[in-house]
């Protein structure tokens, strides 16, 4: 059964930082990976994306302040997230694709939909002024 599951969630005041993980079990570890957000009443925005050979792509809004990378022995999905802002506030949601090749960084920064295989649950991030 394929579970990708996040965790380093929380509240911080602007300006602060936090780093999401997501841990993925139960299928090949896909290098198709994502880092999505949700607010009620808003869009699904890809935020960060990784593929197989290491290239990564962010979306304009988060650019130069958040960081997405991974670590393959272990299955591990990271996004670091610094010089927050109350508007980064979210549901966060880590997502894995298994298609090949992976179009999903240019997706994310062009701000494109992409559909993806599997996703967890998220973690809630919430950012005060």
């Known amino acids: 059964q394929v579970q990708l599951v996040e965790s380093g969630g929380g509240s911080v005041q602007s300006g602060g930082s936090l780093r999401l993980s997501c841990a993925a079990s139960?299928?090949?570890?896909?290098?198709?990976m994502g880092w999505f957000r949700h607010v009620p009443g808003k869009e699904r925005e890809g935020v960060a994306a990784?593929?197989?050979?290491?290239?990564?792509g962010y979306a304009d809004s988060v650019k130069g302040r958040f960081t997405i990378s991974q670590d393959n022995t272990k299955n591990i999905l990271y996004l670091q997230m610094n010089d927050l802002k109350p508007e980064d506030t979210a549901m966060y949601f880590c997502?894995?694709?298994?298609?090949?090749?992976?179009?999903?960084?240019?997706?994310?920064?062009?701000?494109?939909?992409?559909?993806?295989?599997?996703w967890g649950k998220g973690t809630l991030v919430t950012i005060s002024s």
């Open positions: 139960g299928y090949t570890y896909s290098s198709c």
């Open positions: 997502a894995a694709d298994l298609a090949s090749p992976c179009e999903l960084v240019h997706a994310v920064e062009t701000g494109d939909d992409y559909v993806m295989d599997y």
């Open positions: 990784i593929d197989s050979d290491g290239r990564t």
